[in-house]
Structure formats: structure tokens, C-alpha cells
């Protein structure tokens, strides 16, 4: 094992480069190694640890919609990264195209190497020949005076579980992570409605959400007149304060949809405002392609750019919605030209920290975001790909929507929950109607949600519910509450056995195979 480049023993170490000067300490604690320390300078990718290669690992995408699930390295292919939405599935994607990677973490038998952090840099492991090496990338930033490296740590345990919930309960002490944990039944509209959603299907929803105990009602993608447009709906809808008050007055906590760092190359916001977009050679850089469009992403260094970002959401707090599903994030940490001269990572926080000072006591989800980066400044958080109303067994594992893939993530980053923030697993489609789902893959998907505690939001047009609906619905509520451990969760097949104690119903045993869509759940 080396430390920048020299054999790993306690004490201090120092780096002088070119254009930048590093000083860490490297010091065994009861878990294992913590290595902190401080850099100033001009910085672009530091190698900070390097050690043999294992011939599995447990890999963690950086973002909410990419895989987390251990890997044979020997049977490994690399995969062609789609230029529209390089991006999303990594920070550096020149890499991912040819070497595997991981990102902020990685983990092997008995064994974890992570970063508890990433304020500055964005951390990453790749896989070299036959050395596994850990990565800072700060993107050629410059720092006039020390910040802190990004905290390393490897630690051990004998307990694979153990392992992960460890450094999660690291991370979230680091960051400070606080969140809302009171738990409540949530409505969306997206999985049922897409972008075809109406205000009639909305407020026959509003009547009949009642009687699944439903508390907060939150709009989804489609009621917007563009992406970065906010505040004006299309026109068959009411103004986006009527919309707050009707579901206030049915008795609901409004929530909102918004994609808030990024904007439509149509909408009004990017024709006012041309200037507000992160720029490649003083042009706005294409973040990726959505809603058959261009999208750029918000230079969130700018004053004027925090300052609408805060007004915007300040606004819908006022308003009445008091739950805020904020996508697409990962536009907001993107590489490229800004104002300030500050790292990706710092910008991401930044207008992350604007709309949370904006809406002060609201839940705050996020989703399509970097994960580390965000702990103690959202409330919940996606850790999957998008389900879907199929299971999409035949579907890449590249995070593309898919029940499947939405659930497995579900279970491999279940270590996360309640310790950084609440994990949202996505919505549970109920419905016996206009799905390809069938009864028990809608059995699997709740139940497994339920035993690790997850958020539980529903996504469907609820008159299509029958007796099978709310039994799955009812049966889901009982198993909330309790305290989860996979057992397996190295296993290389999407297999896994899941044991829940002090659930609202008692203690439980759940195994589920994703691959023969098929599942037990025996009371201990």
C-alpha cells in the first residue's frame, strides 16, 4: 500500500509539486487508517492511495441514478459513455471509457477504502492493471490559501454490513449530516402521467388520496413552461400559487418538481440570461439533452445566479409547498467555465446550501445528484436509477430506468439510510392497471422498501386501485419502522437476504431474487 506515492506508515507527508504544495497525516485509529490534511496551489488530479487490485469489489457510482453493486473485475467490459449524458454517469468520463471506476468509495471482502468527503474535489477510485488506485480530481482550481484534503479513510471489518454502515456513520459525522426523519406517505404524479399529466387528473388524485393516508402531494415534471421556467405554468394549468393553495386546502403538504441548475436552451430564463450558463471556450457547454432540447447548467459561482436561485425557491416556500423534489442535479457539478474560479464540487454546494437557506423547514429531496457532496444539506435522498411500471430484466445496468435496477440500488446502498439522510427508493406503483408489472414483483418492490425503512411515495392514477393495491399497501405500512441488515450484500447475483427487527409488525426475514423476480418473508 502507498500513500502519494510512498509506503503507507503512520505519520506525517508532505508533497511539493509544481504548482501546488500538500501536507497530510496519516494515523490508525480503532477502525483502520484516517489520512487528513491541507493543500493550496493550483490543483488537478492527485493520486492520494494505491494498493493490489481485489478481484471483486463493490463499486459505488457518484450520482443517484448510477449502479452501487459488487463487480468481478475479471469478467468486467467497459462501456461507451452517451456524449449527451457523459456527465450523469461520471465526472470524469474520458476515464470511464476505458478503465472501471468507482466513486467516493470502493469496498472488498472484509475491507473499505472511501473518502469521507467532497467539498472541493471529487473523489474516485480506478482500477489500473493491477493496482486499485484513489484519486482527488480538483478540476486545475486554484486555492491562495490551504483547504482541507478531502479525509480518506480505509477501514476494516469482519462484517461486510458493518463495513458500509461504518463509513456511513464516518461520513455522516464529517459533514454533519442533518436531516427530517419523521416518516410520512407521499403521492407523485410522474410514474403514472409523465409528461402527459392535466389538472383534472390532479384534483380527482386530491380527492381520492385520502384513503391511503396520503400526507404530502407532490407535482411532478410536466406542469412547466420550460426547464428553468419555473414560475409559469403551461397554459392548461392555474398559476403555479393556485396550485399550492388547492392542495393546501384538500389538507396536503404541496410539493414541488424542479430541475433547478439546469436551463433550456428555449426557455426564457437562458434568453434573458445567456450569460448565467457554465461555458467550453466561452460558449454555454451542453450539460445534456432532454425534452427533445439542449440543456445548460447554471453557474452557480455568479451572485445574480444564487440570488434568483434563492428567490425562486423563496417564492415557493411562501407559496405553501413545503416539499421540494429538486432533479437533475448533477448539472450543477459539472466541469467547465465559471465566474468565480472555484471547483464543480464548490459550486454544486453552493446552490445546493442557497435552496436550502431559501426554504428553510421544507424537505428537501434530491435526485440525479452527487451523493457525498450533498450530505447535511438535503432531507431524502434517490439512491436508483428511475423504476418504471416494467421490471426491465433485459435492460443495461447503466442506470436507465427500470424496476429491477431501481430496487437492487434499494438494497445496496441501504447502509446509507437514516445515517446521511432518509433514502427515497422511488415510487411504489401499486396498480394492477396499465403496468407490465405483476402482483408480485409489486410485492417485491414494496415490501423490500418497507423492511429497510425506506421514504414511501406512491405513483398512480389511484382509481385504478383494487383489493391487491391496498393489500400491498397496507402490508407495507406494517413492515415500516424498523432496524435493517442485508446479509449478503456482496453477492454478486441480485439475491439478497434481508432481516428487519422492531418493524411497526415485529421482526422479519426477507429474501428476494431480482433475477427470478421472487421472494419469501418469513416473521423471526
Known amino acids: 500500500m502507498e500513500i502519494f506515492g510512498r509506503r503507507l506508515v503512520e505519520g506525517e507527508y508532505s508533497v511539493e509539486a509544481k504548482d501546488f ?8 485509529t480503532d477502525f483502520g487508517w484516517v489520512l487528513d490534511g491541507r493543500l493550496k496551489g493550483k490543483v488537478g488530479r492527485i493520486e492520494v492511495f494505491r494498493t493490489k487490485a481485489p478481484k471483486r469489489a463493490f463499486l459505488n457510482n457518484w450520482q443517484s441514478w448510477g449502479p452501487c453493486r459488487m463487480v468481478d473485475l475479471e469478467q468486467f467490459q467497459v462501456i461507451t459513455v452517451d ?39 471529487h473523489p474516485f477510485f480506478a482500477f489500473e492493471g493491477q493496482d486499485l488506485v484513489a484519486y482527488l480530481e480538483y478540476f486545475d482550481t486554484f486555492f491562495e490559501e490551504y483547504v482541507p484534503l478531502e479525509t480518506f479513510v480505509l477501514i476494516e471489518n469482519s462484517d461486510n454490513y458493518g463495513l458500509l454502515t461504518r463509513y456511513a456513520e464516518l461520513v455522516a459525522k464529517h459533514n454533519e449530516a442533518r436531516f427530517k426523519e419523521d416518516r410520512f406517505v407521499g403521492w407523485c404524479s410522474w410514474y403514472q402521467y409523465f409528461l402527459d399529466l392535466t389538472w383534472p387528473e390532479i384534483l380527482k388524485n386530491l380527492e381520492l388520496a385520502r384513503k391511503c393516508s396520503v400526507r404530502v402531494f407532490q407535482i411532478d415534471d410536466g406542469y412547466e413552461a420550460d426547464i428553468g421556467d419555473w414560475l409559469d405554468t403551461k397554459e392548461s394549468f392555474p398559476r403555479i400559487d393556485e396550485i399550492a393553495k388547492t392542495i393546501l386546502e384538500k389538507g396536503f403538504e404541496p410539493g414541488i418538481w ?12 437562458f434568453q434573458q440570461h445567456p450569460d448565467w450558463v457554465v461555458k467550453e471556450n466561452g460558449a454555454p457547454k451542453l ?15 455568479r451572485e445574480d445566479v444564487k440570488k434568483w436561485l434563492f428567490d425562486l425557491f423563496s417564492s415557493l416556500r411562501q407559496m405553501g409547498f413545503s416539499y421540494f ?43 440525479g445528484s452527487p451523493l ?16 418504471a411500471p416494467y421490471w426491465g430484466e433485459d435492460l443495461p445496468d447503466h442506470g436507465v430506468p427500470a424496476a429491477k435496477w431501481a430496487l437492487r440500488n434499494t438494497i445496496t446502498r441501504s447502509f446509507m439510510n ?9 415510487c411504489l406503483l401499486l396498480r394492477p392497471q396499465k403496468t407490465e408489472l405483476s402482483e408480485t414483483q409489486r410485492e417485491i418492490y414494496a415490501y423490500t422498501c418497507a423492511l429497510l425503512d425506506n421514504m414511501i411515495i406512491l405513483s398512480d392514477d389511484l382509481s385504478l386501485y383494487d383489493d391487491s393495491s391496498d393489500r400491498i399497501f ?25 432481516e428487519a427487527l422492531g418493524t411497526n409488525s415485529g421482526d422479519f426475514k426477507l429474501e428476494v431474487d431480482l433475477s427470478n423476480k421472487a421472494f419469501t418473508l418469513k416473521g423471526l
Open 372 to 387: 457525498i457532496p450533498a450530505v447535511g444539506l438535503v432531507d431524502g435522498m434517490r439512491i436508483g436509477p428511475d423504476t
Open 258 to 269: 424542479t430541475a433547478p441548475f439546469s436551463v433550456s436552451e428555449t426557455s426564457k430564463l
Open 325 to 367: 423534489k429538486i432533479d437533475f442535479l448533477f448539472a450543477g457539478a459539472m466541469p467547465g467555465e465559471r465566474f468565480r474560479s472555484i471547483s464543480p464540487i464548490e459550486a454544486f454546494r453552493e446552490g445546493l446550501r442557497v435552496i436550502r437557506s431559501a426554504v428553510k423547514d421544507a424537505f428537501v429531496l434530491g435526485c
Open 83 to 121: 456524449r449527451d449524458w457523459r456527465y450523469a454517469v461520471s465526472l470524469v468520463p474520458e476515464l470511464l471509457e476505458r478503465t472501471l471506476l468507482s466513486d467516493y468509495f470502493v469496498a472488498e471482502e472484509g475491507k473499505l477504502y472511501g473518502f469521507l468527503a467532497s467539498r472541493f474535489a
Open 287 to 301: 450539460a445534456y439533452r432532454n425534452w427533445n432540447r439542449k440543456i445548460y447548467a447554471l453557474d452557480l459561482s
Open 418 to 426: 437514516r445515517r446521511l439522510w432518509q433514502n427515497d427508493p422511488d
Open 474 to 498: 397496507q402490508q407495507t405500512l406494517r413492515l415500516l419502522g424498523g432496524r435493517a441488515k442485508v446479509l449478503n450484500i456482496f453477492n454478486d447475483e441480485p439475491s439478497y437476504v434481508i
Open 21 to 28: 504544495s500538500l501536507k497530510a497525516e496519516l494515523r490508525k
